[in-house]
């Protein structure tokens, strides 16, 4: 038995066993501050759909997204050590991800401060979808500023309420509250005359 | 002024709520997800292969740096304060102590010389 754990590869994905057992997300938690691997890949997985929509939410291309929430497992198996066990892990884990984007959008602006100006990419699976108002909605959105682009979707599409966002991007609850209020006005604004032509 | 006064058609709301989800809609398919949690997992070996670069080493020590230098502030802060007071207090004695020079003097006549004088103050007397 000692052996077989001792040839698996690191991060090898979890056994089937592991979850048919039940094993709750606060196990797994101990389990990989004490130093299993396993358990740590099973936080992976229950978490990665959650840490990609955060990242999502904050940078502009699903591919920045993808390094994001790399970025943030990273951070996160690092400072494991530090996590207090007695809270939510989703919640710690999320305000990681959101850091780590922030730092790739600040990253990317040093980048790109020559370049073209900036879009938000439209999902890269289906591009026959797109309609005028997804385009103009796209087009808008580019117009706000990262952190109220960042709060309308966390609030609107993922459904995080005002506290979570604020703790998530380090801003005040009500600070979240106004973005997010000064969000929806800048869109409607700016889609208003796509469907005054519809 | 009247605009802000319209009541906001929430039905455009939703419109755009719409279209936010399918802008941000997560990648479906199983795949997709399998995949992303290999790079992940492909990462975190590759960062754990790596973690113990300098700066993390660096970053490791920082909070006991901190703290160290925190102590080692405070302890100056003491040591300086102390002397100071002291300082102060042997500047305060000196002001309430008197200087040797400012004591008054005693003076006394060697008997000899006072002699003297009165042998030369009866010689001048006399008539």
Do not use: C
Not at chain 1, 74 to 92: E, I, K, N, T, V
Not at chain 2, 12 to 30: F, H, I, Q, S
């Amino acid at each position: 038995m000692t052996a077989a754990i001792a040839f698996r590869p690191v991060f090898s994905p979890p056994m089937a066993s592991d979850t048919a057992k039940g094993t709750s997300e606060r196990e797994y938690v101990i389990a990989a501050q004490k130093g299993s691997d396993a358990a740590f890949a099973e936080l992976v997985r229950l978490h990665q759909r959650r840490a990609y929509s955060v990242a999502r939410a904050i940078v502009l291309s699903h591919e920045d997204a993808e390094d994001a929430v790399q970025d943030g497992f990273l951070h996160a198996y690092r400072a494991l050590d530090r996590f207090r066990s007695d809270q939510p892990f989703g919640a710690w884990l999320n305000r990681i991800v959101a850091n780590a984007a922030l730092d790739l959008v600040r990253r990317r602006k040093v980048r790109d401060a020559d370049e073209l100006p900036e879009t938000v990419a439209l999902p890269f699976r289906d591009p026959g979808e797109s309609d005028e108002l997804r385009r103009r909605l796209a087009e808008a959105l580019t117009r706000l500023t990262d952190r109220q682009r960042a709060v309308i979707v966390l609030h609107d599409v993922e459904g995080y309420t005002h506290g979570e966002i604020g703790s998530m991007l380090g801003i005040p609850e009500g600070t979240a509250r106004s973005d997010l209020h000064h969000a929806r006005a800048a869109l409607r604004r700016l889609l208003n005359d796509v469907r005054s032509d519809r | 002024m009247t605009d802000h006064l319209k009541l906001h058609d929430y039905r455009e709301d939703d419109d755009t709520t719409r279209a936010l989800r399918k802008v941000y809609a997560a990648p479906e398919g199983e795949t997709y997800w399998r995949t992303l949690e290999a790079r992940i997992l492909s990462g975190l070996a590759l960062g754990a292969s790596v973690r113990l670069r300098w700066w993390d080493e660096l970053d490791r020590w920082m909070r006991p740096a901190l703290v160290a230098a925190a102590v080692v502030l405070l302890a100056a802060g003491v040591a300086m304060f102390r002397a100071h007071q002291v300082e102060q207090e042997v500047a305060y004695e000196a002001m309430l102590t008197p200087a040797p020079s400012a004591l008054p003097v005693e003076t006394a006549v060697r008997p000899v010389l006072q002699e003297q004088r009165e042998t030369t103050f009866r010689y001048l007397m006399t008539p």
